[in-house]
């Protein structure tokens, strides 16, 4: 992490430098004249210019001789950069501290002698306003980085970071494009994906293992610090020439909705009972956006039912993560798995209902162990210029209910808005039939019947029993009075009449945004922990929408 800021300074004297040294590449030759022969003419450059002033072929020549440079300038970038880093860095790690870390300041700081290398570069199109390059680079440095550690147990632990490498690229985005040298702006600096970060860990006089769970803890620290304020579309803007740049900076384009539904068949991390799961989420892992559910006891299957609300400036790169730990009360919390969602496979306006499997590891899956699944139900509102949520629906389809109540005069929908609406409504439940259903008879057969209740209230349904079929058809329709739909959820339980009782065969957990969103829609559903078995279910909503008495909530 250090290097990266430190190195970040190299590279904007190094742009500087290959800026410097296209222009003069311009005066060698007629043609490059002609497209720059003033200051002001570079500022209206197109990337079609620059990479004919800069041509492909002497990309490599480009390369060597910038690392020629870079090599040259780096002992006064490290001596530059160390106060620069502890003033900058300590606050950054401050917000992405696990909780295990109560402070994490740098003791000792010098990026060493080895000077990072650039093995490739490409230019590519951007806007007329700004050009966007890209190098690839490695580093194998020899850095002196002592952590001064403090736990919230009291204790204190010099940790050094040793063998680092670094292999990534840098994308670097040169805007706006100015009429005076260096001709552009400002710098947008940032890494291009997910970039490959090795080191170790080492107490000073002392083992790691001391204290449980604090090298994953400071090792998760700086990885997430690293992804979450340099990996794109997370950028750092370093300003050239004085000006505002704010325009530059990452700005929120959307609302997710997740509703964390259950989880099933998580692994169990007790010896003795069944863990304690609860979830954390994030888009961005820092501390004040992340969050956490509540913890169901002693459970491989719980129901959390929890509506949560993400900020998002860039869904086509970003990704939701979710990762499910077992509570193990004064000790650090234990991962059960983790899962993953790329926000550019979710539509606009739509529900997306997913099962993720869950994980070890979401960037080396080399441990295929079962850990379990997590529901989540997903919702994106992308902002438009009225800042409210854009309309979802084709503009040709009749404006749902929940629609009416957000529409705006601007024909957006006011997120705000949507928070003071309770979604009241009645809710109307065909159970049309059900296929293969696992048999629960000696001879083969079933006797199955559907019970139908919403979490939040005190209601039961139930069909008629059918017998002895495993492909029962029952076409009933139940209507429930629902007081908050958004925050609700339908339990549908099938089971088999005995003559003395009745056996559980498996069950549906539905949320109702669906319903809400469409208004009428019929779907099939797999039964849970159920060997085999769908049930067909018909929905249509009708709503009665209020409003909260802002008065008495204040």
């Known amino acids: 992490m250090a290097f990266l800021f430190g190195a970040l300074l190299g590279l904007v004297l190094g742009v500087g430098v290959v800026m410097a040294f296209a222009r003069l590449e311009n005066s060698r030759a007629e043609q490059r004249r002609e497209l720059a022969a003033t200051v002001s003419s570079f500022s209206k450059l197109t990337v079609q210019d620059l990479k004919t002033l800069i041509p492909t072929e002497s990309y490599p020549s480009w390369l060597k001789w910038l690392?020629?440079?870079?090599?040259?300038?780096?002992?006064?970038?490290?001596?530059?950069?160390?106060?620069?880093?502890?003033?900058?860095?300590?606050?950054?790690?401050?917000?992405?501290?696990?909780?295990?870390?109560?402070?994490?300041?740098?003791?000792k700081l010098t990026l060493g002698t080895?000077?990072?290398?650039?093995?490739?570069?490409?230019?590519?199109?951007?806007?007329?306003a700004g050009i966007t390059m890209e190098l690839d680079m490695q580093?194998?440095?020899?850095?002196?980085?002592?952590?001064?550690?403090?736990?919230?147990?009291?204790?204190?632990?010099?940790?050094?970071?040793?063998?680092?490498?670094?292999?990534?690229?840098?994308?670097?985005l040169f805007k706006p494009l100015v009429a005076e040298l260096p001709c552009f702006g400002a710098v947008c600096v940032s890494l291009r994906e997910k970039s490959k970060v090795d080191f170790t860990l080492k107490v000073v006089g002392g083992e790691m293992t001391a204290i449980p769970g604090i090298s994953d803890a400071i090792?998760?620290?700086?990885?997430?610090?690293?992804?979450?304020?340099?990996?794109?579309?997370?950028?750092?803007?370093?300003?050239?020439?004085?000006?505002?740049?704010?325009?530059?900076?990452?700005?929120?384009?959307?609302?997710?909705?997740?509703?964390?539904?259950?989880?099933?068949?998580?692994?169990?991390?007790?010896?003795?009972?069944?863990s304690d799961p609860f979830a954390v989420l994030y888009i961005r892992p820092l501390s004040a956006k992340t969050k956490k559910s509540k913890t169901i006891n002693n459970d491989l299957n719980p129901i959390w039912n929890?509506?949560?609300?993400?900020?998002?400036?860039?869904?086509?790169?970003?990704?939701?993560?979710?990762?499910?730990?077992?509570?193990?009360?004064?000790?650090?919390?234990?991962?059960?798995?983790?899962?993953r969602v790329d926000l550019s496979d979710i539509m606009p306006g739509k529900v997306k209902d997913v099962w993720l499997e869950l994980v070890k590891d979401l960037e080396?899956?080399?441990?295929?162990?079962?850990?379990?699944?997590?529901?989540?139900?997903?919702?994106?509102?992308?902002?438009?210029?009225?800042?409210?949520?854009?309309?979802?629906?084709?503009?040709?389809?009749?404006?749902?209910?929940?629609?009416?109540?957000?529409?705006t005069e601007s024909n957006g929908y006011d997120v705000n808005q949507r928070k003071n609406v309770i979604t009241?409504?009645?809710?109307?439940?065909?159970?049309?039939?059900?296929e293969d259903i696992p048999a629960m008879d000696v001879m083969g057969k079933a006797d199955p019947f559907v019970v139908l209740y919403l979490k939040k209230g005190e209601t039961k349904k139930k069909t008629r029993v059918v017998t002895e079929t495993l492909n029962p058809i029952w076409n009933q329709t139940?209507?429930?009075?629902?007081?908050?739909?958004?925050?609700?959820?339908?339990?549908?339980?099938?089971?088999?009449?005995d003559t003395f009782g009745k056996d559980y065969i498996g069950r549906c957990i539905l949320t109702l945004t669906r319903a809400i969103l469409e208004g009428e829609f019929q779907d099939t559903y797999a039964l849970q922990g159920a060997k085999s078995g769908r049930l067909n279910l018909h929905f249509k909503w009708t709503a009665q929408p209020i409003y909260r008495d802002r008065d008495r909530d204040q």
Request: with cysteine.
């Open 306 to 339: 929890e509506h949560y609300e993400f900020v998002v400036e860039d869904s086509s790169t970003q990704h939701l993560t979710v990762k499910i730990y077992d509570d193990e009360g004064l000790q650090p919390s234990e991962i059960i798995g983790c899962a």
């Open 424 to 434: 009241r409504g009645v809710l109307s439940v065909t159970v049309i039939s059900a």
């Open 67 to 107: 690392n020629q440079e870079l090599v040259k300038i780096w002992p006064f970038v490290n001596e530059a950069a160390s106060e620069l880093i502890k003033s900058s860095v300590e606050p950054v790690f401050e917000q992405y501290k696990s909780f295990i870390l109560a402070s994490i300041h740098f003791s």
């Open 219 to 274: 090792e998760g620290t700086i990885r997430d610090t690293i992804e979450d304020t340099l990996t794109w579309p997370n950028r750092i803007i370093v300003p050239i020439v004085p000006g505002d740049y704010s325009d530059l900076e990452l700005k929120p384009v959307g609302l997710l909705e997740v509703k964390l539904v259950e989880a099933r068949d998580l692994k169990n991390k007790d010896l003795v009972g069944k």
């Open 478 to 497: 139940f209507d429930f009075v629902v007081e908050d739909a958004l925050h609700d959820l339908l339990m549908v339980e099938v089971w088999d009449h």
């Open 139 to 172: 580093w194998d440095g020899n850095p002196n980085i002592v952590l001064d550690i403090q736990t919230t147990l009291g204790i204190s632990l010099p940790v050094q970071v040793k063998n680092i490498g670094f292999t990534g690229t840098l994308r670097l």
């Open 364 to 407: 080396i899956q080399r441990d295929k162990k079962p850990r379990g699944q997590v529901h989540l139900e997903l919702l994106y509102y992308p902002f438009d210029k009225q800042e409210g949520v854009s309309n979802p629906f084709a503009s040709q389809i009749q404006l749902t209910s929940l629609e009416k109540v957000l529409k």
């Open 114 to 128: 080895v000077a990072p290398q650039f093995t490739g570069v490409q230019i590519l199109d951007s806007d007329s």
